[in-house]
């Protein structure tokens, strides 16, 4: 099984709205990622948390906040977002530690308007 | 700085056609290098390689790493209109940092 599931699909948003976007992996993979993807663009790398632990920050605005409550979630809390903001969030799992590879798993993303 | 870089940007073939993808990279701590193939929405994966001259094969595709001259083409043979997608390459950097650096893609067109 590899797979990866996000929620919601879509989203559609007010910029003075707070929401939430969710992802859950049950491979076991203790690393996990956020991406952001406009339109005919590669994914951004945004987050990587590393056994529950953020690693990376890419310089992302406060407006964007992470959180991994366990080894299997993954949240990006979303407040005050600009229409700028509007794009597909990727989410991604890996393995991590001696032995593993570098295969990003990916969900289906979700669609992100910001109004 | 890293960067990978994947040409050409842009292809159209017709059905039963041969293409082949190309993906050079520039990377510090070099590790491995990936293939996605994304269609609407998530990249999928198609394949990884960390070692030169081992070709990988799944199907009517195959991929191919020259870790001294820094690229790697995928190969997709008796092209059918369910290929055409985005094809993304990435490179896999050691060191700890779990960071993948995407190409910009080749949007590959399969015309019936």
């Known amino acids: 099984d590899t797979e990866v599931t996000q929620t919601p699909k879509h989203l559609v948003m007010g910029m003075t709205n707070k929401k939430s976007l969710k992802c859950e992996q049950h491979m076991g993979h203790r690393a996990m990622y956020w991406y952001k993807q406009k339109a005919k663009k590669p994914p951004e790398l945004m987050f990587v948390?590393?056994?529950?632990?953020?690693?990376i920050n890419e310089s992302v605005p406060s407006r964007f906040s992470p959180e991994c409550p366990n080894s299997s979630l993954l949240n990006l809390h979303l407040h005050a977002l600009q229409p700028e903001d509007s794009a597909l969030y990727l989410c991604?799992?890996?393995?991590?530690?001696?032995?593993?590879?570098?295969?990003?798993?990916f969900g289906p993303g979700t669609r992100l308007t910001v109004l | 700085e890293d960067k990978v870089v994947q040409s050409p940007l842009s292809l159209v073939v017709h059905e039963g056609d041969t293409v082949t993808l190309n993906c050079s990279y520039e990377?510090?701590?070099?590790?491995?290098l990936l293939w996605y193939k994304q269609e609407k929405k998530a990249p999928t994966f198609l394949f990884m390689l960390t070692s030169s001259g081992i070709e990988k094969k799944s199907g009517r595709l195959s991929s191919i790493l020259d870790k001294k001259e820094l690229f790697s083409i995928l190969n997709i043979t008796a092209t059918q209109t369910g290929d055409s997608a985005i094809y993304l390459c990435a490179a896999g950097t050691q060191g700890g940092s779990e960071k993948l650096v995407f190409g910009k893609g080749t949007k590959l067109t399969v015309n019936p």
């Open positions: 991604a799992s890996s393995q991590v530690g001696p032995g593993s590879t570098d295969t990003q798993y």
């Open positions: 990377v510090t701590n070099f590790r491995s």
């Open positions: 948390y590393s056994y529950e632990k953020l690693s």
